[in-house]
């Protein structure tokens, strides 16, 4: 059974920092590309970065470009969001997803598992 497990959210005022964790079990992790979203009430989910398994190259929505890093640690089977500069409109709900494809993708339909979420709050 696929797990995938965020952790790491919460509140913190804008210009923080935070770091999100995802653990995934159950699945061949360091072959799968792992990507974060975020959705907020009423708004479709967001791609916000992804990293592939095989070289880890990484992508990011423009609007975090330069504040988030996504990395991944194939022995503790977890890749990690690292959010600096956070600002309100950062504030959703974070996913963490796992996809099989070989090139990096940013649409949803392409992950095949996903993590229950982890809520984060940026106040102004």
């Known amino acids: 059974q696929v797990q995938l497990v965020e952790s790491g959210g919460g509140l913190v005022q804008a210009g923080g920092s935070l770091r999100l964790s995802c653990a995934a079990s159950?699945?061949?992790?360091?072959?799968?590309?792992m990507g974060w979203f975020r959705q907020t009430l009423g708004k479709e989910r967001e791609f916000v970065a992804a990293?592939?398994?095989?070289?880890?190259?990484?992508d990011y929505a423009y609007s975090v470009k330069g504040r988030f890093t996504i990395s991944r640690d194939n022995v503790k089977n977890t890749v990690y969001l690292q959010m600096n500069s956070l600002k309100p409109e950062d504030t959703a709900v974070y996913y963490c997803?796992?996809?099989?494809?070989?090139?990096?993708?940013?649409?949803?339909?392409?992950?095949?598992?996903w993590g229950q979420g982890t809520q984060v709050t940026v106040s102004s």
């Open positions: 990293i592939r398994w095989r070289d880890g190259s990484t």
């Open positions: 159950g699945l061949p992790f360091s072959r799968y590309a």
């Open positions: 997803a796992a996809s099989p494809r070989r090139v990096i993708t940013t649409a949803p339909k392409e992950y095949d598992f």
